[in-house]
Structures are given as structure tokens and as C-alpha cells.
């Protein structure tokens, strides 16, 4: 069965520093990989999504990038946080049309 | 483009009340329709979901219809629980696209 794991679960930055997160997918091959950001109260904005290694789409304009380094691995990054960058970051698998998609269990950030 | 609406909440109910959280689509064609679930400080699972219209999904004693006449999901449980509170999302997704498209999520807060 297909699994995503995702870590760090919490994370505290400080404004202008850099960020990682990671997320690995299990039990599946060449996976569409999404990232997607939830900030407090609000619903969820897709930040990137990706069909292959190397092949990255950004759905908006920010301060994050994101990286397919490895068939199963997807990394959001930033260079410089920023203080709106704060909120909860999940990754998600989805195969398209009918098909259920698959969410990590998140990262909730806080830049201070 | 794609979009769906969502019943602000947060919804406040007492246990064994019953449940409606309104979700409409806009959308060309045909798309099939979800339910998602966001337990605190989790990520998303899917709940239930219907591709294609009269369909019904139903999960764990929630239910929602797929009705295109009036471009509707919404989401109904007749008795809810303690248990049940959580952050629900309405999605869509459309073949050939490649993302959910998802609602803001309604809030459900279920007192004893």
C-alpha cells in the first residue's frame, strides 16, 4: 500500500533562515507528487506539484521552491523565511482522476 | 476554472445532532467529488467519494450525493460524535487535470 512519510512534524525557524522539508512516498512508482501549504483557518493552496524527477510546476508566486531529486523524493526549500511562510505543510500522492489522493501527516511551521 | 465552496465554519453541534456541510463546484464536464477529513494536527484522509452524478458515497455513517443538477456534494451524518470533530474538505478533480481542487474546509466542533 502506498505510504508518505514526511518530517520534520513541527518546526520553529527564525525569520531569514533557510528551510527543508522532506517527503518520501513508498509503494509506488513514478508518483505525482504535490505540495501544499494550509495556512491558520484558511483552506489548502497547492505550492507545487510534480509528474517526474527534475520536473517541478509552481502554481504560485512566493518565497518557497521545491526539488524532485529522486523518483520517490519531493523537497519544498527556502533560502530566507519569511514570516508568512508560517503554517502547516502537507505533501500528497495522487494518481488523478477517481483515485483517492494520499497525504503526509504534515509539517506545522512557525517562523518567528 | 474549477473551484469549490465550502460552508464557512466553524460548525458547533451537540453530540447525536444531526450534520449537513454544504459544498458546491463549478466545473466543466464531469468531475468526481470528494470528502476529506483533517483530525487535529494530522493530515488529510479521504472520508468518501462519488464519480459521477446520483452517485453516493458513504463512510463511517457520513453520506453526500452527487447531484449535477444543482453543481452539489454536500456532506450529511445523522448522529455525530465527539469523534467527529475535525476539519472537513470538499474536492474535486477532473480528468486529464492534475491536482485536486479543494474548498476552504469547514470546522466541525462536537460537544458532549
Known amino acids: 500500500s502506498q505510504t508518505i512519510h514526511q518530517w520534520p512534524a513541527t518546526l520553529v525557524q527564525p525569520v531569514g533562515s533557510p528551510l527543508s522539508l522532506e517527503c518520501t512516498v513508498e509503494g509506488t512508482s513514478n508518483p505525482n507528487l504535490y505540495w501544499y501549504r494550509q495556512a491558520a483557518g484558511r483552506g489548502l493552496q497547492l505550492l507545487f506539484y510534480?509528474?517526474?524527477?527534475?520536473?517541478i510546476s509552481s502554481e504560485v508566486p512566493q518565497n518557497l521552491s521545491a526539488s524532485r531529486p529522486q523518483d520517490r523524493q519531493f523537497i519544498l526549500s527556502s533560502k530566507k523565511l519569511l514570516l508568512s511562510d508560517s503554517g502547516f505543510y502537507l505533501c500528497?500522492?495522487?494518481?488523478?482522476?477517481?483515485?483517492?489522493?494520499?497525504f503526509g501527516q504534515g509539517t506545522r511551521l512557525t517562523v518567528v | 476554472g474549477n473551484s469549490v465552496t465550502q460552508m464557512e465554519g466553524p460548525v458547533t453541534l451537540s453530540e447525536e445532532a444531526f450534520l449537513t456541510i454544504n459544498c458546491t463546484y463549478t466545473?466543466?464536464?464531469?468531475?468526481?467529488l470528494f470528502w476529506y477529513v483533517q483530525y487535529p494536527g494530522e493530515g488529510l484522509q479521504l472520508l468518501l467519494k462519488a464519480t459521477k452524478a446520483d452517485d453516493k458515497g458513504s463512510n463511517k455513517g457520513f453520506e453526500a450525493t452527487y447531484r449535477k443538477e444543482t453543481t452539489s456534494f454536500h456532506l450529511e451524518k445523522g448522529s455525530v460524535q465527539v469523534s467527529d470533530s475535525a476539519v472537513y474538505f470538499c474536492a474535486l478533480s477532473k480528468p486529464g487535470r492534475r491536482a485536486l481542487t479543494f474548498g476552504s474546509g469547514t470546522r466541525l466542533q462536537v460537544q458532549p
Open positions: 466545473a466543466t464536464g464531469y468531475p468526481s
Open positions: 500528497a500522492w495522487f494518481a488523478g482522476g477517481n483515485t483517492e489522493a494520499f
Open positions: 510534480s509528474v517526474g524527477i527534475g520536473q
